[in-house]
């Protein structure tokens, strides 16, 4: 979805906002928002207007006026769409080659490492103290490469593997391939640090979740009586007894957890 900064300004805005229909401005930012998710090419479905969205008739015959929606068959096309927005195309392309240069990322590091354990060998050195001294260095650089400013594909390979393992496990049914197809089709072209970027990849994902109903997972607190002390145990819930042994189980698995 793109909205340009003079939005606000343009002449059928202002005139929906002067007619008292600043809601159906909200519906449009959504149809963009629901078009850009869905890669659509601008059609918004009449189901995904009335029930997603959540329009009433007479906002969206309002837009249909001002020529910012154009009724069709089975909904409405968003007016000049893939002028000011990527199309369907344009997205999978960018996908595949943000993929295309991930796999290559990883087939790189994996030919580097195996060149880094030969080299320890023939040095000397073992394969553990070469990495060790590697994953310092990597460490330092990845450290100062949080001021400086990247791009979105640039994030992808340095700091959003770690970003992932936080999500995934917040959130462990979100399809973060999905979103971040999005994301990246929301922040095209912008350039920010390492730590906006995982400021800013996290919310999105949550806000995600939250507008797909994916609740965030809880973490499980191991009780005298829970499957998992009863299973080590070798009891059942009929023989379970809130014993000495079973509480101190439950609060050992409880520590490890944290």
């Known amino acids: 979805m793109q909205l340009v900064n003079g939005f606000y300004d343009n002449d059928k805005i202002r005139d929906l906002v002067r007619m008292g229909r600043a809601d159906s401005v909200g519906v449009y930012c959504m149809a963009l928002s629901l078009c850009g998710d869905r890669l659509t090419d601008g059609f918004v ?9 959540g329009a009433t008739p007479e906002q969206v015959q309002a837009l249909v006026d001002e020529g910012m929606l154009e ?33 290559k990322h990883r087939n790189e590091s994996d030919v580097t490492a195996l060149h880094r354990n030969c080299n320890a060998v023939t040095s000397g050195q073992t394969p553990e103290h070469q990495n060790t001294r590697t994953q310092k260095k990597e460490k330092e650089e990845y450290s100062s490469s949080f001021s400086k400013e990247t791009s979105a594909d640039e ?5 959003r593997p ?67 002390v009863l299973e080590a145990l070798g009891r059942d819930e009929e023989t379970a007894q809130a014993d000495e042994k079973a509480c101190e189980l439950a609060e050992k698995l409880n520590k490890e957890k944290s």
Not at 82 to 90: D, F, G, S, V
Not at 155 to 159: A, Q, S, V
Not at 171 to 180: G, I, R, S
């Open 45 to 53: 479905p009449r189901r995904a207007m009335l029930s997603n969205i």
């Open 71 to 103: 009724e069709v068959e089975e909904g409405w096309l968003i007016h000049d769409y893939a002028e000011h927005n990527r199309t369907k195309e344009q997205v999978l392309h960018a996908r595949k080659k943000s993929a295309e240069r991930v796999a």
């Open 162 to 228: 770690e970003a992932d393992r936080h999500i995934s496990r917040q959130y462990p049914n979100l399809d973060l391939t999905d979103a971040w197809g999005a994301f990246m089709q929301h922040h095209h072209g912008e350039a920010r640090t390492i730590n906006e970027w995982t400021r800013l990849w996290k919310g999105w994902c949550q806000r995600r979740a939250n507008m797909s109903g994916i609740p965030p997972s809880k973490r499980h607190i191991h009780t005298w009586k829970c499957r998992h």
């Open 155 to 159: 994030y992808l390979e340095t700091g």
